[in-house]
């Protein structure tokens, strides 16, 4: 159990900075996602965590403790990694053991074995304990990954893209599975991961970092609702946040370059009429019926089973809504949409900015 | 590869099998030659053309391993008769073997100098292959300042042909009383093959994830704990392909042997061929030297095979 504070914490390797000026604050018992694409600086904070790698500026705290001076045993945290977790040479049950095995733990032999049966349970690994580890399939492997993890009761459970190497079908499972371990044993969790699916499904919390700034942290649903720019509205949504370029002409949102308009309802908070601005409405809000203000041509059309993806094509634009699976449309089919007015994220069109969190 | 050959490929197969024999036969003669040679009686040892068809016996080794004086006369009857059997073989020979004043049979060098290329050879290859081993982890895990320069400088005393130093290296070592030890060999063999265990071990070191590592590291282990646990043993191909080469490079050096050495520390190679000098040459003793000194190589080679098959791919030691 554990509560992780990261305080200006900038990584510099040589001339690339991977980390600026970073502040985290996870909560003890907290599943906390931080999301970004490769290179954004995912993996050098969960390393800065775990004692791999030293910030060149900052703090880490954990319960309130500067661990600078700690090593990567003594702060006792567990990694996930997406690959090469595992020992090679090992079996999985020498892989189990090897951490209650240090001289740091001095874990009596009786109770690591019942620890490891306890974790083999659990995991449903059992049956494959004396196994090597080169003869498991991805999924095993990550399971007996996952499962040296929580055989030790670290206080910080640190995990990098632990499911990306895996197919879809098993991904869906163990993402299930691991929220219900995090869940069961109440403990801290920090994932990292680009996709923003396992981020949304997961995460009691996420935190959206690019080029090594942390953008937004929030709840999956803040992040998806009240995006803080663009950058976290293309991040996060799959397919993301349409954007599209206007301005508010007398409570109307005008598109420009774009020629058509559409109502806008929310508040418009200060001088916000006439400045170039940008909005954001999500797929879901964009609603497709005849007798719509607007026209499009359907560019494509992606049956998703319960749900049909629609790329419409409006001038030389690419808008997605998403539409119920019965809707029978062609690809160059004419159809008319709106939006939904209460839904539209405003943000600056030159900085990028949500007006929202502007002020 | 396909299931199906054609005749075509069948008769390519055919090709490369009679090529690969051939090249096989030509290598292994000179090893067949010295085989034979060391079986055979000394007048058949040079004849002309080369006898083929000979009944093989021992008298070479024996011959190899005692210390003989030519006979002015033949022994009696008696003395032939008191003889061991190896004894006779001597004595047929027109030698016979010294003894000391209590009877004692008096020994060869060859043993001696054998042993002293077995502890010179090992030695320096578990020095150089140790060092090397740990000096290419803290070059493939560390960031280390001038990395490439150091490098490039390890590899540059390659570049040298060792012989050039030689007299330089003789004078330093009779300043330091090293030369004809043991130890002046060592060092001076574990220098030669440092740099190519250094690159070596980098080269294999490198390929090992170094998650598993931190994975070690994480789960409380020290740095030391993770290098011996997880590395060495993933390093095992590497180790073990750098050891032959080093043991190889050891074992046949012959020109700092001569040149360092004479008695206590001489080793094999040049004691070999100094016996071509005393008396006339019995190129049966020499042959049986040089098959016995064979051996080593061919057994330490031959109990590393599996590791060296994956080895020498070097960077496949991944699946």
């Not at chain 1, 301005?247 to 929310?266: D, H, I, Q």
């Amino acid at each position: 159990m554990a509560h992780i504070q990261l305080k200006n914490v900038t990584k510099k390797f040589g001339n690339h900075t991977a980390l600026r000026h970073l502040d985290l604050d996870i909560a003890d018992g907290e599943f906390f996602v931080l999301l970004g694409e490769t290179g954004a600086g995912k993996t050098t904070t969960l390393r800065i965590i775990a004692g791999l790698e030293k910030p060149t500026e900052g703090q880490v705290l954990i319960d309130g403790v500067d661990v600078a001076d700690w090593g990567a045993a003594e702060r006792d945290v567990a990694l996930v990694l997406q690959q090469y977790s595992l020992y090679p040479r090992y079996t999985v049950r020498q892989n189990l053991e090897f951490p209650l095995k240090s001289k740091l733990r001095r874990v009596p032999d009786a109770e690591i074995a019942e620890r490891v049966a306890r974790v083999a349970k659990t995991l449903r690994i059992e049956h494959l304990l004396e196994r090597k580890t080169d003869k498991l399939s991805g999924g095993e492997m990550q399971r007996v990954s996952i499962g040296r993890a929580i055989v030790r009761k670290p206080r910080v459970f640190l995990m990098d893209e632990p499911l990306s190497a895996l197919d879809a079908k098993l991904r869906e499972a163990l993402r299930t599975e691991l929220k219900n371990i995090q869940m069961n044993l109440g403990q801290t969790f920090l994932f990292v991961t680009h996709d923003q699916i396992e981020a949304m499904s997961m995460g009691d919390k996420i935190g959206v970092l690019n080029h090594g700034h942390l953008v937004q942290t929030g709840t999956p649903n803040e992040i998806y609702n009240n995006p803080k720019n663009t950058f976290v509205a293309r991040a996060v949504g799959s397919p993301p946040m349409n954007l599209i370029d206007g301005k508010l002409v007398s409570g109307r949102a005008v598109m420009a370059p774009l020629n058509f308009e559409l109502p806008y309802e929310g508040a418009a908070n200060g001088n916000v009429e006439g400045r170039a601005l940008t909005f954001g409405i999500r797929p879901e809000d964009l609603v497709v019926e005849s007798g719509a203000p607007v026209e499009a041509k359907v560019h494509d059309v992606e049956n998703h089973g319960v749900e049909k993806i629609l790329t419409l094509r409006v001038g030389d634009a690419m808008l997605r809504a998403t539409v119920p699976a019965q809707t029978h449309l062609a690809i160059e089919d004419a159809v008319r949409f709106s939006w939904n007015p209460e839904k539209v994220v405003l943000f600056d069109q030159k900085s990028g900015n949500s007006l929202k969190h502007a002020g | 590869m396909a299931a199906v050959q054609t005749s075509g490929e069948k008769a390519l197969n055919r090709v490369a099998i009679v090529a690969v024999l051939v090249i096989t036969l030509i290598f292994l003669a000179p090893i067949y030659w010295i085989v034979s040679t060391s079986f055979k009686p000394r007048n058949l040892s040079t004849t002309i053309p080369p006898t083929i068809v000979f009944t093989p016996e021992v008298s070479p080794f024996v011959k190899l391993f005692t210390k003989r004086s030519q006979l002015r006369e033949p022994p009696t009857a008696e003395e032939y008769a008191a003889a061991p059997w190896w004894e006779r073989m001597v004595f047929d020979g027109g030698e016979k073997v010294v003894r000391d004043g209590k009877g004692n049979v008096q020994w060869s060098a060859y043993p001696n100098r054998f042993m002293n290329s077995l502890i010179v050879a090992i030695t320096s290859t578990v020095l150089a292959v140790s060092m090397g081993t740990i000096t290419a982890y803290g070059f493939s895990r560390f960031r280390v300042k001038g990395e490439a320069d150091m490098l490039f400088f390890i590899l540059s005393t390659r570049m040298l042909p060792p012989v050039v130093v030689a007299i330089p290296m003789f004078l330093m070592y009779r300043a330091v009383g090293l030369n004809d030890t043991h130890w002046g060999l060592i060092i001076l063999y574990t220098a030669f093959n440092l740099s190519f265990s250094v690159w070596l071990m980098k080269g294999f070191i490198d390929e090992i994830p170094k998650e598993y590592e931190e994975a070690a590291l994480v789960d409380g282990y020290t740095r030391m704990e993770a290098f011996f646990k997880i590395v060495i043993p993933e390093a095992a191909t590497g180790i073990a392909a750098t050891a032959v080469f080093c043991f190889i490079t050891a074992w046949n050096e012959y020109a700092f042997a001569l040149i360092m050495t004479n008695r206590r520390a001489q080793t094999a190679p040049p004691f070999i061929p100094s016996q071509v000098g005393s008396g006339l040459p019995d190129w049966t003793v020499i042959a049986a030297g040089t098959f016995l000194f064979l051996l080593p190589v061919a057994i330490f080679t031959f109990l590393l095979r599996n590791h060296l098959l994956r080895g020498m791919s070097f960077g496949a030691i991944r699946k």
